[in-house]
C-alpha cells in the first residue's frame, strides 16, 4: 500500500531543498579575521571572539609599501611590532599592502628587486616574533596602467616562495572578477575576494561605500567563472570620513565611531553626521571649523546580508571566511549569533 503524503508536506520539502541547494558545495571554509593594526596587541574581546568562533587563522598586515616622496623609491611603512604572544592554534597569513601609486612610478624591471625586499623584510618581522607562516598574501588595487608591474612583481614572489613550499595568495575586488579580461588574472595560488569597499567614497551622502548589496550585485554574476581558487573576506568596520567644503579630506581613526557623538566641540545632525563648532586637533588630524565628519559603519545585519548574497551566488564554498577587521571598535557591535549566522551561509 503506498503511503499518502499531506500536501503540506511536499511544500515543506521542496522548501528545505531550496533552501539547501543555495548553500555552496564543499568543504566548510576556515574561520578567520583581518588584523589591520601597527601593534599586535589582542583585547580581552578579541581573544575570546577567536575562541568562540573558532578560528583558526589570522591575516595580520605587517607593513604598507609606499612610494617615497623624496627619493621616489618604494619603501615599507607602518612595519607591524608585536608586542605579544600569538594565540595559539592560530595560523598566521603575513599581508602587504601596495599603494597603486607606488606602482605607477616603478619601473617594471625593478619589481624583482621590490619582491626581494619585501620578501626579507616579511621574513625578519617573522623570524624576531618565531613566527612561521604557510602564506603570504598581497593586498593591491591595482590598474589597467600598473597591472603588468604589478604581476611582474608577484611573479618574483610566487617564484622564491614555491621554492619554500609556500603560496602567495592575492586580494581581489570585485571590478576585478567583472572584467577580468582587461584587470587581467594575478599571478598567484587562491585570491581574496574583498566582498566590501564596492562604491565610490563621495562627499555627498549618497548610499554607503563599504557596502551596497545593489551595487554588488551588478558584478558576482561572473563568480563562479573566475579561474583562481577564490577566498572571502566581509566587512564589519567602519570609518570617519572628514570632508571640507564639499571635498573629502582624510579618513579618521575608527574610534571616533564611538567618541563622536556627545563630543561637544560638534553639532550632530541625524546619527553619522557632525559639523566642528570651531578649529582644534583631533587625535593628531587638524579639523577646521565647519568641517563635517560623517561616519560610514557597517551593522550586524549588514554583514549577514553580505554573507547571504555572497554564499547564494557561489557555487563552491570559499576555503576561508574571513572578517575585516578584528578590532574591540567593530566587534562590540555584534552578539556571538551575528558571527555565527556570518559564517554558517558558507
Given at each position: 500500500m503506498i503511503a499518502k503524503v499531506h500536501p503540506w508536506g511536499v511544500v515543506f520539502l521542496f522548501c528545505l531543498l531550496i533552501f539547501w541547494g543555495c548553500k555552496p558545495t564543499g568543504p566548510k571554509p576556515r574561520h578567520s579575521f583581518y588584523y589591520w593594526r601597527t601593534e599586535f596587541k589582542l583585547s580581552a574581546m578579541e581573544k575570546q571572539i577567536l575562541t568562540e568562533q573558532e578560528c583558526t587563522r589570522l591575516y595580520i598586515r605587517y607593513f604598507d609599501v609606499e612610494l617615497n616622496s623624496v627619493t621616489n623609491l618604494p619603501e615599507p611603512v607602518g612595519v607591524i611590532s608585536f608586542n605579544e604572544p600569538l594565540p595559539?592554534?592560530?595560523?598566521?597569513?603575513?599581508?602587504v599592502y601596495i599603494t597603486n601609486e607606488c606602482l605607477k612610478k616603478c619601473h617594471t624591471g625593478n619589481m624583482p628587486d621590490v619582491g626581494a625586499k619585501i620578501l626579507r623584510l616579511i621574513q625578519s618581522v617573522s623570524d624576531h616574533s618565531r613566527i612561521s607562516f604557510p602564506e603570504i598574501q598581497i593586498d593591491c588595487d591595482w590598474s589597467d596602467g600598473t597591472r603588468d608591474k604589478y604581476f611582474s612583481l608577484l611573479k618574483s614572489i610566487h617564484n622564491a616562495l614555491h621554492t619554500q613550499k609556500k603560496m602567495l595568495s592575492a586580494t581581489i575586488r570585485l571590478h576585478q572578477i567583472?572584467?577580468?579580461?582587461?584587470?587581467g588574472i594575478p599571478p598567484v595560488d587562491r585570491g581574496m575576494l574583498m566582498f566590501y569597499n564596492m562604491g565610490k567614497l563621495e562627499a555627498s551622502e549618497a548610499g554607503n561605500s563599504i557596502y551596497d548589496s545593489s551595487l554588488a550585485n551588478k558584478y558576482v554574476g561572473r563568480l563562479n567563472e573566475y579561474p583562481l581558487p577564490l577566498d572571502a573576506a566581509l566587512p564589519i568596520f567602519g570609518w570617519v570620513i572628514q570632508i571640507r567644503d564639499n571635498q573629502i579630506i582624510a579618513l579618521l581613526p575608527k574610534r571616533l565611531i564611538t567618541e563622536l557623538p556627545g563630543d561637544s566641540s560638534f553639532i550632530q545632525?541625524?546619527?553619522?553626521?557632525?559639523?566642528?563648532k570651531h578649529s582644534f586637533f583631533l587625535h593628531g588630524s587638524y579639523i577646521m571649523k565647519d568641517d563635517v565628519l560623517r561616519i560610514e559603519a557597517i551593522q550586524p545585519g549588514t554583514t549577514i546580508t553580505a554573507a547571504k548574497q555572497?554564499?547564494?551566488?557561489?557555487k563552491t564554498r570559499p576555503g576561508v571566511i574571513t572578517l575585516f577587521d578584528l578590532d574591540t571598535n567593530n566587534l562590540k557591535k555584534y552578539h556571538e549569533d551575528d558571527f555565527k549566522k556570518i559564517y554558517n551561509f558558507f
Open positions: 595559539k592554534g592560530i595560523e598566521i597569513i603575513p599581508v567583472k572584467y577580468r579580461e582587461r584587470t545632525y541625524g546619527t553619522n553626521k557632525f559639523t566642528a555572497l554564499s547564494s551566488n557561489l
